[in-house]
T-cell receptor, first 111, second 111 residues
Framework: AQRVTQPEKLLSVFKGAPVELKCNYSYSGSPELFWYVQYSRQRLQLLLRHISRESIKGFTADLNKGETSFHLKKPFAQEEDSAMYYCALSGRSYNTDKLIFGTGTRLQVFP | DAGITQSPRHKVTETGTPVTLRCHQTENHRYMYWYRQDPGHGLRLIHYSYGVKDTDKGEVSDGYSVSRSKTEDFLLTLESATSSQTSVYFC??????????FGPGTRLTVT
């Protein structure tokens, strides 16, 4: 079964500390993985997708197929990073790709 | 933000009443999706559409129906609202069925 697991509901760090938001997945095939971010009372925004291998707002994520993980990392957290982060897996079906979301991790960055 | 709007943005209704939420896009994207967002569950797919009059069920479709008579509009209907359908509802669109763009959300309270 296709599944995305985000084990931490809440992650609290101080400004300047490193951040790692964990994401593990279960998928038979070649997955496409994404990180979405939702700032307070705003719409979800795409932050990263693994195929582009880019860094957005200082965040990076590497797909580790051996560990079936796609952890989101940032070396120095900023207060404006405080938000809800969702890991998502694209599960291709006949007519469309459907996103399967994890339950989300709330990141709190304290000054 | 992609051209996606949702209406209404907030609604309070009573148990047993019908409710229709509207998602409108100006991007001419083929794929449209309805999700609900609940604490501890993340985002769960209710229904999706891969073209005009082409729709299919998602993970949590019971109690919901959808219609798409035009490319730009995707309607979500709760035939008889229940308290368990109190949630925040997000619409999303996608051009190629991979990367999704989200609307601002509708906060629905069923009393």
């Amino acid at each position: 079964a296709q599944r995305v697991t985000q084990p931490e509901k809440l992650l609290s760090v101080f400004k300047g500390a490193p951040v790692e938001l964990k994401c593990n997945y279960s998928y038979s095939g070649s997955p496409e993985l994404f990180w979405y971010v939702q700032y307070s009372r705003q719409r979800l925004q795409l932050l990263l997708r693994h195929i582009s291998r880019e860094s957005i707002k200082g965040f990076t994520a590497d797909l580790n197929k051996g560990e079936t993980s796609f952890h989101l990392k940032k070396p120095f957290a900023q207060e404006e990073d405080s938000a809800m982060y969702y890991c998502a897996l694209s599960g291709r079906s006949y007519n469309t790709d459907k996103l399967i979301f994890g339950t989300g991790t709330r990141l709190q960055v304290f000054p | 933000d992609a051209g996606i709007t949702q209406s209404p943005r907030h609604k309070v209704t009573e148990t047993g009443t019908p409710v229709t939420l509207r998602c409108h896009q100006t991007e001419n994207h083929r794929y449209m999706y309805w999700y609900r967002q609940d604490p501890g569950h993340g985002l769960r797919l209710i229904h999706y559409s891969y073209g005009v009059k082409d729709t299919d069920k998602g993970e949590v479709s019971d109690g919901y129906s959808v219609s798409r008579s035009k490319t730009e509009d995707f309607l979500l209907t709760l035939e008889s609202a229940t308290s368990s359908q109190t949630s925040v509802y997000f619409c999303a669109i996608s051009d190629r069925g991979i990367e999704q763009y989200f609307g601002p959300g509708t906060r629905l309270t069923v009393t």
